[in-house]
């Protein structure tokens, strides 16, 4: 066993600190359940969509979930899998579409534009196959996004990479993940 003293204090939505030992993965666990629901509404994966300044984020929620459930299968995290999955259902996402993120690029029907763009990026930035993101998928992402809408999906992609490393490392058990996302009306 390896012991490593963690301090983090952090700002929003309260103050809170946290002081533990790494013993075992079972008190890292608690931590991540902690951190997951002390920070989700300032995570750029969840329905506020607020960045680290407090600006709300110009990308679209439907685009950054699917973005969040795509990365996540690439990662293979059981916990974000299901917990995305359950919060794009209560957002009113069909199981077609959710069934078929992992194959996107077979289904363009079901995919916008945009959306297609996103998954390529979010693709690409999770894999950064040979240490890059193909012109192309650049490409393609900024013909869909803005900038600054570009730069807030990067950030988007980065966050759920972080959850998805979180919860693979401290075996977080997949399953009991109850959605507190509002069900969209159509």
């Keep these: 066993m390896f012991k490593n003293t963690v301090h983090r204090t952090f700002k929003r939505p309260t103050m809170i600190s946290l002081d533990f030992h790494m013993q075992d993965r079972s008190i890292g666990r608690a931590c991540v359940y902690l951190l997951h629901d002390t920070l989700h509404t300032t995570s750029f994966c969840h329905a506020d969509f607020q960045s680290i300044w407090g600006t709300r984020v ?17 990662n293979a995290c059981a916990f974000c899998l299901d917990m995305h999955s359950k919060d794009l259902r209560a957002r009113g996402e069909t199981e077609q579409r959710i069934y078929m993120v992992n ?37 393609q992402a900024r013909a869909e996004f803005s900038e600054t809408e570009l730069v807030q999906l990067t950030l988007a992609v ?26 969209s009306v159509a």
């Design 58 to 74: 110009p990308v679209d929620v439907n685009s950054v979930a699917a973005c969040d459930y795509r990365v996540s299968q690439i």
């Design 158 to 183: 980065i966050s759920i990479n972080g959850w998805n490393r979180l919860n693979i490392a401290f075996h977080t058990p997949a399953g009991s993940y109850v959605s507190n996302v509002a069900r």
């Design 103 to 139: 194959a996107w690029r077979d289904a363009p029907n079901l995919y916008s534009s945009r959306e297609r763009a996103a998954l390529a990026w979010a693709e690409s930035v999770t894999k950064l196959v040979d240490q890059k993101v193909p012109d192309e998928v650049y490409e």
